[in-house]
């Protein structure tokens, strides 16, 4: 059977109904006048850069227009709201989003090149908007665009910082970092709203004071207090019916409280202090799963949460005045991670000390409103403050904190284990030890409704292993919530090709409702549409061979297998397994040149937290291994490496749409869900992971025999924990892994400097090996040759990429957030006119 040709007709007619009646002409005049009357300059003159405003300007014109209705419906119907609070938000660019979700992406395209401009250059002017690290800042971002997708009363609640996640350079092959400037020059995306600023109070001491009934209060004489302002990015839901916001604070230094030192005379001093307080919103921590235990982050947490939660009463008031009966149902409060916990007694207090609410009407009100996800088992990244901190920074907030904690041991747990001091300590807020701390996990979970995890199994392992007690003391408590990635940015705008060729096949309704792909599966057999579906992979590749030149230099063979590992760089993620097996490919190549494998490229995007040295020795070998292996003649390209500098959402939206093999290979056991994984798998790509995380539930999905799993399991890997790991054994018993091994310590990468890569064969063998690469390398070697032999196999290949695009529709993040609205969140979808 032949299938249809994509021509360019087919697919300007596969895009989806446009949302506006905008066509090319009216576009263009939009573009022209904002060009003039909103930029100031004129069509022979502009840059890319103002070309790339005024169509943001033109596209404005909607998204406002649809924000303040929006709004005003979210107003009238007074609907129950989600408020997610989440110290990250990695949104990337959001022309290209916005006009795709706005329905105008050909008309704006269209416009410009009439206008002599090319769309994809315009669309490259715009730096990313980078305000988070990895999974957990991308996952908030997806959520919100599918929130506003599905009609329902949401807002993203974060902070605007001045820089986000550093820009990454390689120097003699090591990782610098550069300070991030996604608004060095003001940003189209942003809308400033002085009306609604916030004071932030910090530091100084609490007094007991008696009210003129004799009934004892608290009262916090704060040592400073700083501002905070709101700046709100509009959201577009695809089809942008609805319009939410995602509203940033930013931090200034207070007015009022400025003035006084200006006028005593203290110009300078007053500057001082302003720096002070910009310095609040200033960076974003560069940390993933490690711990920053620095007070400035506190400060911010507490910072965009105090100004959240009075943005959140003071809207709720405008409808209820002082009526606090209906404040949860109203509201609901997500704090992604624990970053946010910090609202939890922030609430307490707000109720209490300042609207007077008894204390334990207040907390019903605090443990009806908040719910957590929680998105670690990581001992390292699960928070905890010394108390000697909180007490300087939030005193008021500590005194609530034990008396949160005190009521708990005695009310709920004394109740349930009667004199049971062990189970007491465990799960008590507050550490006891040489240095007492406040633990924020605790914290969250005794102070909201529901805690979830992000996929099955680590919803699993959160009962099991990190809150055992907690889910026997809170039947119900825990649930799951498999993350999910938006179809629109993840598939529709970053792969056009393959997203033209889908909606042919199954109409355009599948970026809304992802399970239609599956229909797509009765092609997987069929050789024409194999031929299409892998035309289209192959064009994708040959895109990202011109990236990789012009990034690296590197000239890579696009029908050379793309094996790709993008995500933050950490030991548990394993990228030191992935190395020692590209050591191992180079080996066998050297030892035997006419060695069965097609052609690889290996790459990688990732970056290291600049505090952890291991992860930077990784990239550091990793980009020496690439200059040797690259220029080796005697490998005749068999075997390339490249590590594209830089990664972020912009990078991997170039790079998933041309991938081959998806490398997911954490430890088991250690990977929350990954999200990276399902974007790979939509478009294409084939697993090569562990049973972890959302692995386990992308393989079921797919199919065991379209994916290549390999390495322990949970179960596998703890009984190893529990018998006691020996990395020296492996070591010992495979020669290759010796070898392998062995030559990081020689200089065969490092020219003349032996032992500059030794730190990451003493990380495995000395340092134990804490993430067991070398007890899962065999089986991830195996896994990778038995991917190279379905490789060779052109329609088995092409079938098992048919299908894994054909089968994640589970990983939408409609459905992520279609399960918290029905086990969490209850919330009604809000129409808007
Ligand atoms: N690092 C998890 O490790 C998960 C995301 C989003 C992470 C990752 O497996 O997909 O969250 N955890 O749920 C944290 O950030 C604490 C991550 O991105
Ligand atoms: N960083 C960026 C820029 C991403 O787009 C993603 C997810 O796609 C991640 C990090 C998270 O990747 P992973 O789930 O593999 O950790």
Known sequence: MATKKTTASAKKKAAPAASFSLNTTDFKESILKHLHSTLGTDENKASNRAWAEATAAAANDFVYERLRQTQKAHFEADTRAVHYLSAEFLMGRLLSNNLHNLGVFDAAADALKDLGQDISVILDEEPDMALGNGGLGRLAACFIDSLATLNYPAIGYGIHYEHGLFRQEFRDNRQ??????????????????????QQVPLFGYVETVFDETGNMKKKWHPGRVIKGIPWDVPIVGYGAETVNILRLWESRASDFFNWDVFNAGGYIDSQAENAEAEAVSKVLYPN??????????????????????????????????????????????????????????????????????????????????????NHTLLPEALEKWDVSLFERVLPRHLEIIYEINRRFLEDE???????????????????????????????????????????????????????PEYDALFPGKFTNVTNGITPRRWLKACNPRLSALLTEKVGENWPRDLELLRDIAKYADDPAFQKEYMDIKLA???????????????????????????KRLHEYKRQQMNLLHILALYRRLLENPDYDMNPRVVIFGSKAAPGYKLAKDIIYALNCIAEKV???ARI????????????????????????DLSQQISLAGYEASGTGNMKLALNGALTVGTLDGANIEIAEEAGEENVCIFGMNVDEVQALQAQGYNPWDYYYSNPELKAVLDWLDTDYFTPGKPGELSSIKRSLLDGGDPYMALADFQSYSDAQKDADSRYSDKAGWARAMIINTATMGKFNSDRSMEDYVRDIWKLTKCPVK
């Open 540 to 566: 994708n590749k040959v895109d990202m061979a011109a990236t990789i030149l012009e990034l690296t230099g590197v000239e890579v063979d696009p029908t050379a297998i793309f094996d790709i590992q993008i």
């Open 288 to 373: 993933d799963e490690t711990e920053a235990g620095k007070q400035l982050r506190l400060i911010q947490q507490y910072f965009f949460c105090a100004c959240s939660l009075k943005d959140i009463i003071r809207r709720y008031s405008r409808a209820h005045g002082n009526d606090w009966s209906k404040f949860s149902t109203q509201n609901v409060m997500q704090l992604n991670d624990t970053h946010p916990a910090v609202a939890i007694p922030e609430l307490m207090r707000l109720l209490v000390d300042e609207h007077d609410l008894n204390w334990d009407d207040a907390w019903t009100i605090c443990r009806e409103s908040f719910a957590y996800t």
């Open 630 to 632: 690259n220029s080796d």
């Open 636 to 659: 005749k390209g068999k075997l390339k490496v490249v590590f594209l500098p830089n990664y972020r959402v912009t990078i991997a939206e170039k790079l998933i749409p041309a991938a």
């Open 413 to 467: 747990v004394e109740v349930k284990w009667p004199g049971n001091d062990e189970i007491k300590a465990k799960l008590s807020i507050i550490e006891e030890g040489d240095s007492r701390k406040v633990r924020m996990g605790h914290l969250s979970v005794v102070g909201s409704f529901k805690v979830n995890g992000v996929a099955q199994i680590h919803s699993e392992l959160v009962k099991k292993d990190l809150f």
């Open 176 to 197: 610098i970092e550069r300070p991030d400037e996604w608004r060095e020059y003001g940003s189209p995306f942003e809308i400033c709203r002085p009306e609604s600023v």
